[in-house]
């Protein structure tokens, strides 16, 4: 339950170690963080996959913690790959991360490349397509193929964001593509910023 109402009481009643929403469910639940019944207390990590969460929404989860470590376990994906990429913040470093920042490839199991976008090289302010490759991507569509073939480059899997990939192999997210604005590096950066 996203409203903050609502899932403070079970929250609160649980008092849960490991929670994993969706990023602006973790948005809606900052308040939370400040409630006297301590929903928060017990958390060891805050995951989020898919997207990329706000650092200032990590901190102020993990700083609701009584727990000496607590940490964000960030993932990206979605649902015809899995996780493909992940990275592991701790309460200490969560307010300088970079909220752009999702992970490194997962050794033997998934690989990510960046596509150049109208042939210039992929970086911060001219980000390129993410694919990845995976052998737990989906099959197909049911009974839309050709809009699954779509997406394929050989068995590269096209994400629908935009991004790059730093000289370590980190990927960032700058946006999706139907979000794009010319001339804007990272839309997401910017809200961020905000």
Same mark, same amino acid.
């Given at each position: 339950?996203?409203?903050?109402?609502?899932?403070?009481?079970?929250?609160?009643?649980?008092?849960?170690?490991?929670?994993?929403? !969706?990023?602006?469910?973790?948005?809606?639940?900052?308040?939370?963080?400040?409630?006297?019944?301590?929903?928060?207390?017990?958390?060891?990590? /805050?995951?989020?996959?898919?997207?990329?969460?706000?650092?200032?929404?990590?901190? %102020?989860?993990?700083?609701?913690?009584?727990?000496?470590?607590?940490?964000?376990?960030?993932?990206?994906?979605?649902?015809?790959?899995?996780? $493909? $990429? *992940?990275?592991? %913040?701790?309460?200490?470093?969560?307010?300088?991360?970079?909220?752009?920042?999702?992970?490194?490839?997962?050794?033997?199991? %998934?690989?990510?490349? /960046?596509?150049?976008?109208? *042939?210039?090289?992929? *970086?911060?302010?001219?980000? @390129?397509?993410?694919?990845?490759?995976? =052998? *737990?991507?989906?099959?197909?569509? !049911?009974?839309? !193929? =050709?809009?699954?073939?779509?997406?394929? =480059?050989? @068995?590269?899997?096209?994400?629908?964001? /935009?991004?790059?990939?730093?000289?370590?192999?980190?990927?960032?997210?700058?946006?999706?593509?139907? =979000?794009?604005?010319?001339?804007?590096?990272?839309?997401?950066?910017?809200?961020?910023?905000?």
């Amino acid at each position: 339950e996203e409203d903050p109402e609502r899932a403070v009481e079970l929250l609160a009643r649980h008092k849960p170690g490991i929670i994993e929403a !969706h990023p602006n469910t973790f948005v809606a639940w900052e308040p939370l963080a400040r409630d006297p019944r301590e929903p928060f207390s017990e958390l060891a990590f /805050v995951s989020s996959t898919f997207d990329a969460i706000h650092p200032r929404t990590v901190s %102020t989860l993990l700083a609701a913690s009584r727990r000496p470590r607590p940490a964000q376990l960030q993932l990206y994906g979605q649902s015809e790959v899995g996780p $493909v $990429v *992940g990275r592991v %913040t701790s309460r200490d470093r969560t307010a300088s991360a970079d909220g752009r920042c999702v992970g490194f490839p997962f050794p033997g199991m %998934t690989a990510v490349r /960046v596509v150049p976008r109208g *042939g210039i090289d992929p *970086g911060p302010e001219h980000p @390129g397509f993410i694919e990845v490759r995976t =052998d *737990g991507r989906a099959l197909t569509y !049911h009974g839309q !193929h =050709d809009r699954y073939q779509a997406q394929l =480059d050989g @068995g590269w899997w096209r994400m629908g964001d /935009v991004g790059y990939l730093t000289c370590w192999g980190c990927l960032h997210i700058c946006d999706r593509e139907v =979000d794009l604005i010319p001339g804007i590096g990272s839309a997401l950066e910017l809200e961020d910023r905000l």
